[in-house]
Nanobody, 120 residues
Framework: QVQLVESGGGLVQAGGSLRLSCAAS????????MGWYRQAPGKQRELVAR???????YYADSVKGRFTISRDNAKNTVYLEMNSLKPEDTAVYYC??????????????WGQGTQVTVSS
C-alpha cells in the first residue's frame, strides 16, 4: 500500500557532502513522523535523525551540527543533508515513516536502504 523510495547515496571522500531523499507513495491517510536510520556492518540499526509532521527534529549526538533533516509534506518526501562526512558515517541508510493507514491504523514503513560510503 505504501512505498518508500530512497535516493542519493553513494561514495564520497571524508569532509564531503551527500543529500538523501525518501519519497512516500501509495494509499494512506497521513504520514506522521519520518526519520533516517543507519546500519553499519556488524552493528545494530540506529536512529540518525527524525522529524515530526509539525517539523520538530531530533538528531543523534554523533551527527548533530553536521546533518540536517527536512521534509516537504506536499511531496511526502523527507531529506537528509549530510555535511562534513566522516568514515564512521559509512552505513546503509534507511528511511522510516510512521503512517496512519486509510483504515486509521498505525503502520511503520521502511525504505529499501541506500549505501553511503565515506572514504578517508
Amino acid at each position: 500500500q505504501v512505498q518508500l523510495v530512497e535516493s542519493g547515496g553513494g561514495l564520497v571522500q571524508a569532509g564531503g557532502s551527500l543529500r538523501l531523499s525518501c519519497a512516500a507513495s501509495g494509499r494512506f491517510f497521513s504520514i506522521n513522523a519520518m526519520g533516517w536510520y543507519r546500519q553499519a556492518p556488524g552493528k545494530q540499526r540506529e536512529l540518525v535523525a527524525r522529524i515530526s509532521s509539525a517539523g520538530s527534529t531530533y538528531y543523534a549526538d554523533s551527527v548533530k551540527g553536521r546533518f540536517t533533516i527536512s521534509r516537504d509534506n506536499a511531496k511526502n518526501t523527507v531529506y537528509l543533508e549530510m555535511n562534513s562526512l566522516k568514515p564512521e558515517d559509512t552505513a546503509v541508510y534507511y528511511c522510516n515513516a510512521e503512517i496512519t493507514t486509510i483504515t486509521r491504523r498505525p503502520y511503520n514503513d521502511w525504505g529499501q536502504g541506500t549505501q553511503v560510503t565515506v572514504s578517508s
